[in-house]
């Protein structure tokens, strides 16, 4: 076991690596709980990857590319007639950096609000009761702490064939900042990043293509969800090839070539060009340089460090959450067990019950999800009810103009509890809280079908699926 004989500069009860959401969120709880706490973050500004560039920049453009479709599209369907809109891209990104500003600003603030120590430094084990930080003037400083956690997120995965250039050739983070409209985008990968910005791009003018190894979108989301979405992008412009495994790349300066295997054809080479490639093909933790390999902490063959159900590594004091470790890579799921693990330390309990964590790709409409779908309930032989129904029936989606997609709820065939609730629809991230809250309640598809949905709003789709279930549907 690695041991640094310098002396601790000064004692933690907490010391947490990494000021992501699930970061802060647990340093944040810690505090209320009366520990010490401090937290290390390498990059100048607070709240990782999603603020800074993932969940908030992306969303921002996506509301603001939804704004400007509307406006050359939409608004003439609703009496409004305008000429003559032109996009103003710098104005946008402008925007989108203004909320970035005030988001990572105000985690800033809840530091110094929570009496959280902030070292801005790159934090790494010496033990497991040290951490050493290297300060971006290369000076370093040794913190002594009787738990730490380790929440230092994940970076992008690179295709070694498509390595990128940060140009013609980008991952998600250079695809928030483009200077210019592309004129084809090619998107690698048919996941949740691709399709967002992939999204945001067409509505502003870009012809966009994805290239998805698999045979359909989204593929850990529920199929029969996934197809419809497909169609529904489809119809906005956005091309599709699937099975197809990008084996190249060529980039010149006005463009790049992808050469790929088409599986559908006998693995045909084959090439497509575009001006610009963004590489979407997911995310890995960011599990290097920690120290990890010294103190014996093991990690699988993907970098994910490995933990207990208290997410405890191989040292009871160390933790590990969020992007690090197995599972959904998502914000929220970070948050959770950031909590967990301080409630933990503070109380001696902690819990994330992880059928109940929501995914939500922001399309428009947008896709959102929580538990089980069709296909796992069928591998693992669980006997199901289904019940759906259309948004193309509801009034409230008819008054705002969005009517494609639907609501399926998938219940215990004995007992009615809920196994699982899809949404493809307008503000389908705000609906599934509602099957959040009653899943978490082990609720039953008749509780969602008997309690009160103001009328005329969205969520009446979800009584209504909900009532489909025992093939009652009212407004079908």
């Given amino acids: 076991m690695a041991k640094d004989n310098a002396a601790p500069s000064e004692t933690f009860d907490f010391i947490v690596i990494g000021a992501g959401p699930g970061g802060y969120t647990g340093a944040i709880r ?19 990857t999603c603020l800074n560039v993932g969940c908030i920049p992306s969303k921002a453009l996506l509301d603001s590319s939804e704004h400007f479709a509307m406006a050359n599209h939409d ?45 801005n430094g790159k934090g790494k084990l010496l033990s497991p009761t040290q951490v050493e930080v290297t300060m971006a003037d290369g000076s370093k400083q040794v913190l002594e702490a009787k738990n730490i956690m380790l929440a230092t997120g994940s970076v992008v995965n690179e295709l070694p ?4 250039d940060g140009k013609r050739i980008i991952s998600s983070t250079e695809a928030l900042s483009l200077p210019e409209v592309p004129k084809h985008l090619l998107v690698v990968g048919g996941g949740v990043i691709g399709l967002e910005l992939g999204s945001v791009w067409l509505r502003l003018g870009a012809k966009v293509t994805v290239l998805e190894y698999a045979d359909r979108l989204v593929s850990n989301m529920d199929s029969q969800m996934t197809k419809r ?23 010149s300066k006005y463009a790049v070539q992808l050469t790929y295997e088409d599986m559908k054809d006998n693995n045909a080479a084959k090439q497509i060009e575009g001006d610009v490639v963004l590489v979407a093909t997911g995310r890995r933790p960011y599990s290097d340089g920690l120290g990890l390999e010294e103190l014996g902490i093991e990690k699988d063959k993907r ?15 160390v933790f590990a959450i969020g992007d690090l470790v197995p599972g959904w890579m998502l914000a929220h799921k970070a948050e959770e067990e950031g909590v967990a693990v301080a409630e933990f330390i503070g109380t001696g309990v902690g819990h994330v019950n992880y059928e109940t964590v929501p995914g939500v790709v922001y399309t428009w409409p947008e896709l959102a999800s929580v538990g089980a779908t069709e296909e796992e309930l069928k591998a693992k032989g669980v006997a199901y009810k289904a019940g759906s129904f259309n948004f193309a029936a509801n009034a409230r989606a008819k008054a705002i103009g969005t009517t494609d997609g639907m609501v399926k709820v998938l219940a215990d065939a004995s007992t009615d509890r809920l196994l699982g609730v899809h949404i493809l629809g307008p503000r389908a991230s705000d609906m599934i ?16 079908a008997r309690s009160f949905h103001a009328h005329p709003t969205l969520s009446e789709v979800m009584r ?12 079908s």
Avoid at 85 to 112: C, E, H, Q, W, Y
Avoid at 433 to 447: H, I, K, L, Q, R
Avoid at 464 to 475: C, F, G, P, S, T
């Fill in 30 to 48: 810690a505090s209320q709980l009366g520990l010490k706490t401090a937290i290390i973050e390498k990059d100048k500004t607070l709240g990782g």
């Fill in 303 to 317: 970098g994910f460090v490995m933990v207990n159900e208290h997410l405890q590594t191989k040292h009871p004091n």
């Fill in 161 to 164: 064939s498509v390595p990128y």
């Fill in 229 to 251: 979405m497909e169609s529904v992008l489809a119809k906005q412009g956005m091309e599709f090839m699937f099975q197809v495994k990008v084996t190249g790349s060529k980039s």
């Fill in 433 to 448: 809280a509602e099957a959040v809250v009653a899943m978490e309640f082990g609720g039953s598809s008749e509780d969602l």
């Fill in 75 to 119: 608004f003439k369907t609703h009496g409004i007639d305008v000429s003559g809109v032109k996009l103003n891209l710098p104005a946008m990104m402008a925007r989108k950096s203004k909320i970035v500003s005030d988001l990572t600003g105000g985690v800033a603030f809840l530091m110094k609000k929570n009496k959280i120590a902030h070292y």
């Fill in 464 to 475: 209504e699926a909900a009532l489909a279930v025992d093939k009652r549907a009212r407004q």
